[in-house]
């Protein structure tokens, strides 16, 4: 049982990969395990043993994600309430993306990942959830179908990136702006293409979207093509069609 009462999925844990409902049956088990001796750990803590921590973290992630379908990461504060609407926005907007054909990924967490992973998967769509290790926090939401969990950021981020086709930013934090501001310089700098950035909600936007656009943009800091990279909206429906969108203009030109 989760936390709140609710029966929690049936799950199986492979390592640091979680898969839930459908996914976790899988025809073979990992079973063998490479036992070591006691002995002396400070190995355990050098900087040559951490290159292999983050070398098993990039190889766990392209493996269960290689074969993902075309999906979008959506954004989101781990603190908005069950009742509150940007929750009810998060759920319709997986909903939304499950419908249209996409998986959805999110932070794992709860709050307004929770929601696009809820409403992904009651719509029958792929859930997914990236987790990292914090000293705060609670572990993958219920609503993940296939969750990892990793040690360093920067491995995953570039899952977020590198499996996703756009990204869709609820109010969030200082998480979700760090993420933001991430996409938007891997799009400006032609790191990632055809890879709209939407922001949704423009209550909450809305100011730093002025100030980008007005002080930013104003200071010659970024040009008119930089600020056009970002798409304002308060309705599900323009978000998802700006995601299809640009999926279309992705398949035309490969």
């Not at 049936?10 to 025809?27: I, S, T, Y």
């Amino acid at each position: 049982m989760s936390t709140d009462g609710v029966r929690r999925p049936e799950e199986k844990q492979r390592g640091p990969v979680v898969l839930r409902r459908e996914r976790r049956n899988e025809p073979t088990t990992t079973d063998q395990r490479l036992l070591d001796s006691r002995g002396p750990s400070d190995w355990v803590h050098t900087d040559p043993w951490r290159v292999m921590r983050i070398q098993a973290e990039f190889v766990e992630g392209f493996g269960m994600l290689a074969e993902l379908p075309r999906a979008v990461t959506v954004f989101g504060s781990a603190r908005t309430g069950r009742d509150h609407i940007e929750y009810a926005q998060g759920r319709a907007l997986g909903t939304a993306l499950a419908e249209a054909g996409f998986a959805v990924i999110t932070g794992g967490g709860p709050g307004a990942m929770e929601a696009a992973n809820k409403g992904c998967s009651e719509a029958g769509g792929f859930s997914v959830g990236l987790g990292i290790e914090l000293p705060f926090e609670q572990g993958l939401n219920d609503w993940v179908d296939l969750g990892i969990n990793f040690r360093y950021f920067f491995a995953r981020k570039t899952m977020f990136v590198k499996y996703s086709q756009a990204f869709v930013c609820l109010p969030g934090g200082f998480g979700t702006l760090d993420e933001l501001f991430e996409a938007l310089t891997l799009v400006q700098t032609k790191k990632v293409t055809k890879f709209p950035v939407v922001l949704l909600g423009t209550e909450y936007w809305g100011g730093l979207y002025d100030w980008i656009a007005n002080t930013v943009l104003g200071a010659g800091k970024i040009g008119e093509k930089d600020l056009a990279l970002l798409h304002l909206t308060d309705d599900v429906d323009d978000a998802v069609k700006i995601v299809q969108e640009a999926w279309r203009a992705w398949e035309e030109a490969h």
